[in-house]
DNA sequence: CAATTCATGGCAACCGGTTGACAAATGCAT
DNA sequence: ATGCATTTGTCAACCGGTTGCCATGAATTG
């Protein structure tokens, strides 16, 4: 076998233009194999089936693949196979600050585990969260859903196809990742009561939420316990402004502390509050949900319950990964704990106002 | 239909009917044209080139892949055509708020022409985001850029191969998106000029930003041009924490009004100086830059250079699929405009505190 | 009516790895 | 040296589209 030189290894040279497609032509299998006298075949199991060849033959192969500077073409690997070492990463909002951490949690373990995220929205959008989840589901190994809107079924039914991990919701037969929200409201209504107050209010999101439900359930039961009353108002939208217009309900309705569905619906309550003369926390103690980038700008800075949005994301990627990799449950809820982080806006109440 | 569980992670040594059958059969190109009654080959044109067969056959075609709800294997296609209506974008660091319009921006122009966005980051090292856009390279049909931290030469080479997009950096034979700093700069320096004072400090950002100098030249500018003297402060880093640390040397320096590199800055230093009892904006004036998501939620609000971050993904987003689709230009930048938006940390001048 | 386009569909060779089946080579005990 | 089990490498058939080339028949033209 003569020592003959690859034409193309030759980068110090001018514009290596070559008829046709743009200029990438890579190495293959079938170039490593010429190199070091072996079958293509036996080049693959080299590369990707440790131990199925010798020793020698290994380190043959894999020193001709360096010098060629070889990397796997990941559709061909793809077309036998079905893996493609990427998962998806389905969003109800990105403008939403809530999956800031999410998103940045998800990638962070995707990437450290060699795996490829690919992000789509579904704008609030069932419809449009479906579409998104089938047009993914033909290009990764595994989808996650953070918050979805879709149904149950739907759900299921993608579930079928490949695995599914679910953030923010719980779905029988779907391996879940949801915050407990009990501990962090606990200790929110806990440090109401020990504050004076008797009433608290809960400015609630949008009805297909599966978590504002729990947010209100937990905040009753927490009232029941303390012996505080609890009250339920509505928002239009989870947002700053849905947040604003809430104000007139939360003064009507007569509750001297405030659970929010968000912590965009706190800092939209607490500046309107603000603009209406009433004093937070003096008059009126608010208390978010989430803890959201810039949840601390505010003055007084915000009191939250927070959900480990960052960690959600990453325990959802790893129980992913796990699952693809033929590990772990292929359903259950996982729990991740939710903690009162105590700011400015909560505290002793002052019905004469400033002390 | 009966509640069966799906075998899911069983990829032990169970009953395997069918080797690399990832769970789901799809119908292929194959089945239709059975269906149809013609060649693949047709079949695949009817699909990918149209006026390429009869109207006739065309029908019977996509009647036949309706029937059979086909879709597209990506990989199969990408296999020999190289195209994967896939494109990357690598961002600096996910946890920094600047980031989200621009991903938002670009994956709201991807998907709406029926691209996918995959999402990388550097976490502001050179050498994780060249790694990075090497992977990414592979598997998608063009790169986008947000703010890179590798050298020139790096990006132009990548750009060697697949259609590459730059976002916050102007590089020589690179597409280009870049807001343009001169008229949001001069319209805070002339309100500055105008609330009566005389000498600005500007926050200066990373020394590796290239949009930092910018700024600065900017200020510069600006400033001669209304007769104020600019006086440069360095940061240690672009966050909240580092916009603290600037307090002290901001007051050293005598300067009443502030520009600071980015919005972060701007609220940690306006944090400080609150906390050390200095009135904002009665004593110091405080700009941003960028108009982040939260920058309105401080008391007071942040007055900011508004960077149009995701007119900037939507831009970088459009000039990289135009590129793809063959038109466009191969080079040469676009500039966005910036704004000034005016709120309450910037004012006159009240040498003797409140008024 | 013959000659020449032109539109249309079929054939088959790819793209680059993966993998079941099998043969050759090796090891080991007899 | 023979027989048998075990490695190790090769062959070839995929995976599912794409596309250059060719054959066919219809349409156009002289």
């Not at 809530?98 to 069932?126: H, M």
């Not at 679910?166 to 029988?172: G, K, L, P, T």
Request: net charge neutral.
């Amino acid at each position: 076998m003569t020592e003959h030189t690859v034409p193309h290894a030759a980068p110090s040279s001018g514009p290596d233009k070559k008829p046709g497609r743009a200029g990438k032509s890579h190495a293959t299998i079938y170039d490593i194999a010429k190199v070091a006298g072996v079958n293509p075949s036996t080049v693959s199991r080299a590369l990707s089936k440790p131990g199925r060849v010798s020793a020698k033959t290994q380190k043959l192969i894999e020193e001709a693949a360096a010098g060629l500077d070889y990397q796997v073409n990941p559709f061909a690997r793809a077309l036998p196979t079905g893996r493609t070492n990427t998962f998806g990463l389905i969003v109800a909002d990105i403008t939403n600050p809530t999956f800031f951490d999410i998103i940045r949690g998800a990638e962070t373990t995707a990437t450290g585990r060699d795996y490829t995220l690919v992000l789509a929205e579904s704008a609030e959008s069932p419809a449009t969260e479906l579409t998104a989840a089938r047009r993914l589901m033909a290009t990764v190994d595994g989808l996650i859903l953070a918050s979805p809107r879709m149904d149950d079924d739907n759900i299921r039914a993608l579930a079928l196809a490949k695995p599914v991990v679910v953030i923010n919701r719980e779905v029988e037969g779907i391996p879940c990742v949801v915050p407990d929200v009990n501990k962090g409201i606990g200790e929110a209504v806990r440090s109401m009561a020990a504050n004076g107050h008797k009433k608290v209010a809960y400015v609630a999101g949008p009805p297909q939420s599966w978590m504002s439900e729990r947010r209100w359930e937990g905040l009753q039961a927490a009232c029941e316990w303390s012996r505080l009353e609890a009250v339920r108002l509505e928002s239009a939208k989870p947002t700053v402004d849905g947040g604003r217009q809430t104000a007139r309900d939360v003064r009507a309705s007569g509750a001297t502390a405030v659970l929010t569905y968000n912590d965009l619906l706190a800092i939209g309550l607490m500046q309107e509050l603000q603009a209406a003369g009433i004093l937070v926390p003096d008059q009126v103690s608010i208390v978010g949900f989430d803890d959201i980038f810039g949840a601390d700008f505010t003055t007084p800075p915000l009191t939250t319950v927070r959900s480990p949005l960052g960690e959600c994301g990453e325990a959802a990627a790893t129980r992913l990964l796990d699952l693809l990799g033929g590990s772990g449950d292929p359903a259950g809820t996982l729990r991740v704990e939710t903690e009162l982080v105590l700011r400015g806006s909560s505290g002793r109440i002052m019905p004469n106002g400033r002390s």
